[in-house]
């Protein structure tokens, strides 16, 4: 993981997150460590901490919400997309502890304990991040909606393997659809962003 | 974006208040999530209260004869232990879903996973839902089964289930009411045909956590491979797979061959074992006739639905091909 400027990066977040979230609350950094939530009771809303891009927010929720309703609706985190709502696409794709995995089938209330990093994180400062970038020099899109997905997964590959082979970069963004097929451009941007954040910090 | 069935949540401190809650009414497990929230937003499942086992740390540990029912899909893929011993499991966890499923997905949720009939999970009251028509039978059938397609003829879509049965693994299933009492089950017998009960999956009974897998030592001198074939190159559940481990006599791929287990997916409710073919290997040379004969004998009671005779090709062909590849 890279070092950023935190205090642009929370800035941000804390007007996003005052600004649009009707059920949620900004708090600022308290309750460190894995917070506990052992139950939450139907048709109530739960107060639960969440760790997201590395500010700790707390959250009234549902036990039925997802982590990608929380989110977008509660959290106004737009950059994590709605596409099937079921595992077939990657439009909803974050890291959950540094590790890929799809929003829509990840109930918010899971998500208590674990790090959670969306599309906003990535940023550096106001900044894109090298991923970020390597898809903007690399025209990997043509309408964008599969973008912000197929940036976390690419993070997610490369926090695990910092210089995969054309066939692990497949694999690793094998998860997420893109229906204008920019595929080449896409494989292309992840070896970019290879190098890009292998080559001094991004 | 969330599910509109009304949930009760509750994060299990250990196995005995997962299983305690799990009592109730309407309370059912959550693993990984990565089946169970789509099952629930669509209402194939419904569920009242959901006990997550999340937490149930214990039941991550991986070691060479026991895996724990919460390790996932992706560590089971990367596990150099499980590689090295259980080669075709790796491959056949390394086949499942996507790179995010596989880092959601757990071993317990991959075994306990709702089928993936178009009609089951669409807007169909069929049998397994408890209607009285399985609609695939005369429908759209080119997904589903040709073996053991009585009542239902739905495909159990786990890939690892298939490998674990060719490794011949019992599953540890705990409860119910406390984890004091537990009982293990052989793999071959984990999974309900359609003919004896077409409402469930598996043997998990109400209140029932699975806990682990044990494997056993597969026998000296073993080789074992995964092959799935699917529609595109990821992300698809398997149209067929075989799961093949296979020992020679002193070792050596020349000899006859002394342990054969051939067990096919994507063609049955359940991981299919393929009897004949491995009576058809075992003590015999593999050589060109005897593959045939075995690849032959793997198909000879399958019977096709209307759009799905090619699965009875693609069983003969991934057989030939994998057991030419172990032949050396
Ligand atoms: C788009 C898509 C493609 C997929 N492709 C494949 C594929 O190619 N091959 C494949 O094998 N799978 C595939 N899957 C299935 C996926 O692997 C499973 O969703 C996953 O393994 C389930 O694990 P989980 O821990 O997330 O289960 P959960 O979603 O938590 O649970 C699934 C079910 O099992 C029950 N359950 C979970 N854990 C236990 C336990 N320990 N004891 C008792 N009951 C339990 C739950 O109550 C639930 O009914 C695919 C899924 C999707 C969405
Ligand atoms: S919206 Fe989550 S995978 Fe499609
Ligand atoms: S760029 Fe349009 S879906 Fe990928």
């Not at chain 1, 990066?9 to 894995?34: C, D, E, I, P, Y």
């Not at chain 2, 949930?7 to 309407?26: M, Q, S």
């Not at chain 2, 060719?166 to 793999?187: C, M, W």
Request: aromatic share 6%; glycine share 12%; net charge negative.
């Amino acid at each position: 993981m890279r070092d950023r400027d935190d205090s642009d990066a929370s800035r941000r977040n804390f007007l996003k997150t005052v600004g649009l979230g009707s059920a949620a609350l900004a708090s600022a950094g308290a309750g460190q460590g894995r917070a506990e939530l052992a139950a939450v009771e139907p048709e109530k809303l739960q107060k639960i901490l969440l760790s997201i891009n590395g500010r700790q927010l707390s959250v009234l929720v549902e036990a039925r919400w997802t982590l990608l309703f929380v989110l977008r609706e509660q959290l106004g985190l737009t950059g994590t997309k709605v596409g099937c709502e079921r595992g077939e696409c990657g439009a909803c794709t974050v890291l959950l502890d540094g590790v890929p995995r799809y929003a829509c089938l990840t109930l918010a209330v899971e998500a208590v304990g674990h790090e959670v990093t969306t599309l906003e994180g990535l940023l550096d400062g106001e900044d894109l991040g090298p991923v970020q970038r390597a898809f903007v020099e690399n025209d990997a899109y043509q309408c964008g909606y599969c973008t912000p997905g197929q940036v976390m997964a690419a993070e997610g590959l490369l926090r695990e393997n910092p210089a995969p082979d054309l066939e692990q970069i497949r694999v690793g963004v094998s998860g997420n659809l893109c229906r204008c097929g920019a595929y080449a451009n896409i494989f292309r941007a992840v070896a970019d962003a290879a190098k890009l954040r292998r080559g001094g910090g991004a | 974006m969330s599910i509109s069935q009304d949930l009760a949540y509750l994060r299990a401190a250990d196995l005995d208040e997962a299983l305690r809650h799990l009592e109730k009414d309407g309370a059912c497990v959550h693993g990984g999530g990565s089946d169970l929230v789509t099952c629930l937003r669509e209402g194939t499942v419904t569920c009242a209260q959901v006990i997550s086992i999340g937490g149930l740390d214990d039941l991550r540990a991986i070691t060479p004869t026991s895996i724990g029912a919460l390790a996932t899909i992706a560590e089971l893929g990367r596990h150099e232990e499980i590689e090295r011993r259980l080669p075709a499991l790796a491959a056949a966890a390394r086949a499942v879903g996507s790179p995010q499923l596989r880092n959601q997905g757990t071993l317990g949720g991959n075994l306990c996973q709702k089928p993936r009939c178009w009609y089951w999970r669409g807007d169909f009251h069929c049998l397994r839902q408890g209607g009285d028509t399985c609609y695939a039978a005369f429908g759209q059938n080119h997904g589903h089964a040709i073996f053991g397609a009585e009542a239902c003829v739905y495909v159990h879509p786990s890939d690892t289930a298939v490998a674990l049965t060719a490794y011949e693994a019992r599953v540890r299933i705990a409860g119910p009411g406390r984890s004091s009492r537990t009982r293990t089950v052989p793999v071959d017998e984990f999974f309900v045909l359609p003919a004896d009960d077409p409402t469930r999956e598996t043997v998990v009974g109400r209140g029932e956590i699975v806990t682990a897998v044990e494997v056993p030592a597969p026998p000296d001198g073993h080789v074992g491979v995964y092959r799935k074939i699917r529609a595109r190159g990821a992300w698809d559940f398997a149209l067929t797979s075989a799961a093949i481990v296979l020992a020679f006599e002193g070792g050596d791929r020349g000899k006859p061959v002394r342990h054969a287990r051939l067990v096919l997916g994507g063609v049955a409710p359940a991981p299919w074992r393929a009897a004949a073919a491995e009576q058809a290997l075992v003590g015999r040379r593999l050589d060109e006739s005897t593959i045939a004969a075995a690849a032959e004998a793997a198909v000879a009671d399958a019977s096709a639905l209307d759009h799905n005779g090619f699965k009875i090709d693609l069983v003969q062909g991934v057989l030939r091909e994998e057991l030419q590849s172990l032949a050396g």
